[in-house]
């Protein structure tokens, strides 16, 4: 039986890794790819990190018992432990329960007649999305499309969809960096093989998320001025001190301002002469996407999809409905809910980017590699992979090449080896 020894092709895959796969500037947008990677590791997550821990942007109040109304459906889920626990009257913060005077207006949630509303700690539900099951999960199902629409659509339009479609990336690339292995050990754990089917396999996919993610970063620093000056009230001067700090370092940080301090022109939009009537359809369609986050049975997946949903809108609503050069009359007026959702929203699309640059070019690599090897190069890797256990994917993939590397050595050494020793006996029978 030959001893199986690694392939040349699998040792420059490994070497590869570091290679970048998406560069250049995003699309229609006013940002590389290598500067969106850097501002939001060295800037953006940790500073929004800090930021949607604070109260103010921690409580969501929220109807989550909407009739759905496009279908029949029993609000049921499979798992236990996808309700949502609501917040106790005394643990919400009491100036949340009130009309605000000046500031951020109150919240105005609208759905059927007769559905309680609830207030709830978004931390204690972080979790959401991770325990759908493929059937039930819309945001994992692969009904997107991946041609390229530039030449059928406006450019509005194509921008709605690239929204919707990066949303969809974001969603799925968490759960899928958080994903129930095992209901029965209540196992959590990466799932690269989701991430890879859903998103990573798609170049346009990848690339609509970071879209969404700068057109939402454009959306949040063109309202700097409003959010600034917005009053963080929950009741606790220290921690809203600090969410207005936090605020006002994202916004004005000095290398975002430099290295990208256009995101996304939403200048060259509506432009057209049917321009208000395109605006007004698209309104109708976001609205009905909206509409569908009703219709999802889990819980904590209907409440970060409604969060998530109403900060996408939010973010329209500041670029498309107030314009300083078209509404010099209109000034912008933001719900408390709104601001929430917006600053929650850009803090996922941030994580969901971070795992992307930082884990997605290993995973992509060794799912396509793995495709390509022979079934003895499959089997030896599955072994090797039972033996390294919980390791994380990262780690597994360069203690392979580890490994790999060590027998190729050997395999040199001892050839090596046994050509001297056959020089030696040549020697010693001339000499002779």
């Given amino acids: 039986m030959d001893q199986w020894r690694p392939s040349s092709s699998f040792f420059i895959l490994l070497l590869m890794q570091d290679s970048r796969k998406y560069t250049g500037i995003v699309e229609d947008c006013c940002c590389d790819y290598e500067t969106v990677d850097s501002l939001n590791g060295a800037v953006l997550h940790p500073l929004l990190q800090d930021l949607v821990r604070t109260p103010f942007f921690r409580y969501f109040k929220v109807k989550l018992w909407c009739d759905c109304p496009f279908w029949p459906d029993d609000g049921m889920c499979k798992l236990r432990d996808c309700s949502v626990c609501e917040c106790p009257e005394n643990e919400f913060p009491e100036l949340f329960k009130k009309p605000i005077q000046r500031g951020l207006s109150f919240d105005d949630l609208k759905c059927q007649e007769g559905k309680p509303q609830a207030a709830v700690d978004r931390t204690l539900d972080s979790k959401a999305f991770r325990g759908w099951v493929e059937v ?17 659509i406006c450019q509005e339009k194509r921008v709605l969809y690239k929204l919707i479609s990066g949303l969809h990336s ?28 859903r998103v990573l396999r798609y170049p346009d996919r990848v690339r609509n998320l970071y879209f969404t993610f700068m057109f939402v970063l454009r959306a949040v620093t063109k309202a700097a001025n409003y959010l600034e000056q917005a ?3 929950t009741g606790s ?14 916004l004005y940080n000095p290398k975002l301002q430099a290295a990208c301090p256009l995101p996304f022109d939403e200048a060259k939009l509506w432009q057209g002469k049917g321009g208000p009537e395109l605006k007004l359809e698209i309104q109708k369609q976001f609205k009905n996407i909206s509409a569908l986050m009703d219709c999802v049975g889990c819980e904590k997946c209907r409440l970060w999809g409604k969060l998530q949903v109403l900060g996408l809108g939010t973010a329209l609503k500041i670029l498309f409905s107030v314009d300083g050069k078209n509404y010099p009359n209109e000034s912008l007026q933001l719900q408390r809910n709104e601001v929430i959702a917006l600053v929650n929203l850009l803090h996922r699309l941030s994580e969901s980017v971070k795992l992307v640059h930082e884990i997605g070019p290993s995973i992509e690599q060794s799912m396509e590699f793995t495709s390509e090897l022979p079934m003895q190069e499959i089997s030896l890797l599955q072994r090797a992979w039972e033996a ?10 360069r203690f392979l090449y580890f490994i790999l590397s ?4 050997c395999s040199i050494l001892r050839e090596a080896f046994t050509s001297v020793v056959n020089q030696t006996d040549v020697t010693k029978k001339a000499v002779t």
């Fill in 388 to 397: 390294v256990g919980r390791l994380r994917y990262v780690t597994v993939v």
């Fill in 237 to 250: 001067v220290e921690e809203d001190l600090r969410a207005q700090s936090l605020m006002r370092q994202m």
């Fill in 406 to 409: 060590c027998l190729r050595a």
């Fill in 136 to 152: 039930d999960n819309p945001w994992t199902q692969d009904d997107e499309t991946d041609n390229n629409t530039s030449g059928k």
């Fill in 231 to 233: 009053e963080y009230d």
């Fill in 170 to 197: 974001s969603i799925s690339i968490h759960i899928a960096a958080d994903y129930l292995l095992d209901e029965a050990k209540n196992l959590w754990g990466r799932n690269p093989e989701l991430m890879y089917d």
